[in-house]
Nanobody
């Protein structure tokens, strides 16, 4: 079993920055993909960014140029650096890990609130 714990959320003014972290523990295969999703009130959960264990990244158009996903494989941790935050970035942010057997694990989420 894999456990994911997110941290780093909070309240920030528009234009500010936050860095989210997600630490994975348990039986983790080396070949996996880690993602950040977000869900705003009344909206569906959406993919924000992904990173493979080899460092290949992918971003939603809405965050390109503002957010950066990275990972530390030695620590089984993925990060999301969020800059130039906008009120529409307000959401609960979730970390997800998909292993080589296609099992998916989710964290509990961390709230990000951007005030205008």
């Amino acid at each position: 079993q894999v456990q994911l714990v997110e941290s780093g959320g909070g309240l920030v003014q528009a234009g500010g920055s936050l860095r989210l972290s997600c630490a994975a523990s348990g039986k983790i295969f080396s070949n996996n993909v880690m993602d950040w999703y977000r869900q705003a009130p009344g909206k569906q959960r959406e993919l924000v960014a992904s990173v493979t264990n080899s460092g290949n990244t992918n971003y939603a158009d809405s965050v390109k140029g503002r957010f950066t996903i990275s990972r530390d494989n030695a620590k089984n941790t993925v990060y999301l650096q969020m800059n130039s935050l906008k009120p529409e970035d307000t959401a609960v942010y979730y970390c997800k890990l998909t292993d080589r057997l296609r099992h998916m694990y989710w964290g509990q989420g961390t709230q990000v609130t951007v005030s205008s």
